[in-house]
């Protein structure tokens, strides 16, 4: 198939092509969604290398399973989902409930939403990465994808308190160092 034939192709026809083995629709399949999951798989990850190989691993996992996907829900739902599991997987072996940063015992404070406005989304995902794994994974499940408790602690195979608690322990973390990046910034601009 020529690059123009495979470029006007819609999702179900992409599906169908790399289903038959064709290489250029799963190239066009990866272009069109590598992009969104990179970023998904940055968040997870602790460095950019780290993110590589979850992002090359989950399509491998695409691909292979792509029979499987069931037209229920998006196309690019299930592929995030898969993204999602396979940068669990590759830190499971890990335990979050034994992680501290010295939070836990820190109160509750509301952060100033003009403090998060005023990051980059740059600077944002900069600081999501440098969570603790067990903060940063439990802060991604659920407040970034919208996962449950629940369902994070059946997916990490932890109590759902943990869970709870890993995410308080993660905005005290964030809200933390949010505060100190705008302090800086302050600071420089005086």
Not at 54 to 59: K, R, S, V
Request: proline share 2%.
């Amino acid at each position: 198939m020529s690059h123009n034939i495979i470029d006007s192709l819609n999702e179900e026809e992409l599906i169908r092509g790399c289903l038959r083995g064709s290489v250029q629709c799963q190239r066009a399949l990866y272009e069109q969604f590598a992009g969104k999951m990179h970023g998904v798989c940055l968040r997870y990850a602790r460095n950019t290398s780290d993110a590589a190989d979850i992002l090359q691993e989950g399509f491998i996992k695409v691909y292979t399973k792509l029979g499987q996907f069931g037209h229920q829900g998006s196309f690019e739902g299930w592929i995030r989902r898969i993204m999602v599991n396979t940068a669990l997987r590759a830190y499971q072996k890990q335990r979050f409930d034994q992680e501290s940063c010295g939070y836990e015992r820190l109160p509750e404070s509301p952060v100033d939403p003009d403090a998060i406005a005023a990051l980059s989304e740059a600077e944002l995902l900069a600081v999501i990465r440098k969570l603790p794994d067990g903060y940063r994974t439990v802060f991604n499940m659920v407040a970034i994808e919208g996962f449950s408790h629940a369902e994070a602690a059946d997916m990490l195979g932890i109590q759902e308190s943990t869970s709870r608690s890993q995410l308080t322990k993660a905005r005290r973390w964030l809200c933390e160092q949010i505060e100190l990046i705008n302090r800086v910034a302050v600071e420089v601009e005086k």
